[in-house]
């Protein structure tokens, strides 16, 4: 179990985060833990994706053994893609997700136990430096990017309106 101490930490980190993705204009909102949320998570909309869909960066830290590791902290931004998985799509999404998270710079698209489609990169921040807002900013946008240009081919196959086979064709 994490502290309070490192939980107050967090919780400072990520109103320094929601102000920087202020000021680059996002929409913000920080959710501090609860009964129902084990972590503080900051959450922030980012553009509609191709059909209209909202979405969203889900920002938090995660915890760590504080005696373990001292010198970094993990910042996990985590996007719920906006469609679901088809009934008996799962293996086919699963080989399109294998071959597009080798093309990934950064992070990696998976499927939750809830069965809901997601990207997710974890980001490691120098416990000495802190927050960089540049960094930051650049990070984001290219996870946004990475969203951008590979959420199409995986919702394709979630959907069954290709194969695997086709979509990983596409791909390469």
């Known amino acids: 179990m994490l502290p309070e101490t490192a939980h107050a ?16 204009g996002l929409a913000t909102n920080l959710l501090e833990k609860s009964e129902a949320i084990p972590i503080h998570v900051l959450m922030a909309g980012f553009q509609e994706d191709k059909k209209g869909r909202d979405r969203f960066l889900h920002l938090s830290f995660l915890p760590l053994d504080e005696e373990d590791i001292q010198a970094i902290q993990l910042l996990q931004v985590y996007s719920t893609l906006p469609f679901h998985l088809k009934e008996g799509h799962r293996e086919a999404v699963s080989s399109v997700m294998l071959e597009v998270n080798t093309r990934l710079p950064i992070g990696h698209f998976g499927v939750n136990e809830q069965n809901e489609l997601h990207y997710r990169y974890v980001y490691s921040i120098s416990a000495a430096n802190g927050l960089v807002a540049d960094e930051i900013l650049e990070i984001l946008s290219m996870f946004i990017y990475m969203c951008d240009m590979f959420a199409d081919p995986v919702e394709l196959a979630a959907s069954g309106e290709a194969s695997a086979d086709q979509v990983i064709q596409s791909l390469r």
């Open 9 to 24: 930490r967090h919780l400072a980190q990520l109103g320094v985060l929601k102000d920087i993705l202020e000021e680059a």
